[in-house]
């Protein structure tokens, strides 16, 4: 008999007024995924981004619905530099989020800094840490994430997936390196495109003027390949936008109104 094979589901916007209001929903919309997660195998995968997002997670610090030691956090990119250095995505999630709140500290998974020398072993080490969470590799042929939450950048890059680079094809590793990033630092550690789109659910958050071209691009003309494009969670999988009026001003695609 043959598989039955679905179309990625179509993407779903939801436009708030301002950040503040992506903020108070996007913690719902976290909690709510925990809360699936934790009910149905009492742990929560989460991948976290660097940019813009770890301050819109602050409407889940002091919520006693967050179940923190349920957490397993991984970053879906990261800057290869120290983990104290200010352009480390795990220093900005440690100062916005996780030095407020009671996660514990082993179940952050940040990369292994004593391989910083070495971009290989270190985006194969990062790949291990996966592979320790989510099985064998050969068993599970791509980690399959509670949630990811992504940042987007005004070239339409997501994680350290760039416009027109040759990552962009990436079809077997799990996590990935980068040397010539054209954002600095050049040298980074990605997810690939296989494991995002594996992810149960994928969120965008992305608010300011400054996002509203991209933006536009990305969902109405997707057919341009930018790499916020590709993601396009596979069947059950759902990727859901939060984005404020700023950035949505030029955008056609159908907004819905937010739910859980
Ligand atoms: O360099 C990066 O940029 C993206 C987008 O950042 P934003 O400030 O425009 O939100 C971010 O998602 C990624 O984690 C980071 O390494």
């Known amino acids: 008999m043959s598989a039955i094979h679905h179309a990625p589901s179509a993407p779903i916007l939801n436009v708030f007024a301002n950040a503040d209001a992506i903020v108070d ?11 699936d997660s934790v009910e149905k195998k009492g742990r929560f995968t989460i991948a976290l981004s660097g940019g813009s997002l770890p301050k819109m997670l602050r409407g889940l610090i002091g919520n006693p619905a967050v179940k923190w030691d349920k957490w397993h956090v991984y970053y879906a990119d990261e800057r290869v530099v120290p983990l104290d250095h200010p352009d480390s995505n795990h220093l900005s999630c440690t100062t916005n989020l996780f030095s407020k709140v009671p996660i514990p500290t082993s179940q952050i998974h940040t990369i292994d800094t004593s391989l910083l020398h070495d971009l290989e072993e270190l985006s194969d080490a990062y790949e291990k840490e996966l592979i320790r969470e989510f099985a064998q590799k050969d ?13 987007m950048g005004p070239d339409g890059h997501t994680a350290s997936l760039f ?17 010539d990033s054209p954002k600095p630092p050049p040298k980074r550690v990605t997810f690939t495109f296989p494991v995002i789109n594996h992810a149960a659910r994928v969120a ?4 300011g003027a400054e996002k509203q071209d991209i933006l536009s691009t990305v969902l109405d003309n997707p057919e341009a390949g930018l790499p916020a494009s590709r993601v396009k969670p596979a069947f059950p999988g759902q990727l859901y936008w939060f984005v404020d009026e700023a950035a949505a001003v030029k955008v056609a695609f159908p907004s819905t109104p937010f739910k859980l």
Do not use: C, N, T
């Not at 929903?25 to 809360?35: G, N, P, R």
């Not at 599970?140 to 994430?145: D, I, K, L, T």
């Not at 965008?204 to 608010?207: K, Y």
């Open 25 to 35: 929903a996007l913690a719902s919309f976290v909690i709510k995924a925990q809360k």
């Open 139 to 151: 068993a599970a042929r791509f980690p399959v994430f509670d949630l990811i939450l992504l940042g």
């Open 163 to 179: 416009p027109g680079h040759e990552l962009l094809a990436e079809d077997d590793r799990w996590v990935a390196y980068i040397e």
């Open 204 to 207: 965008f958050v992305a608010a």
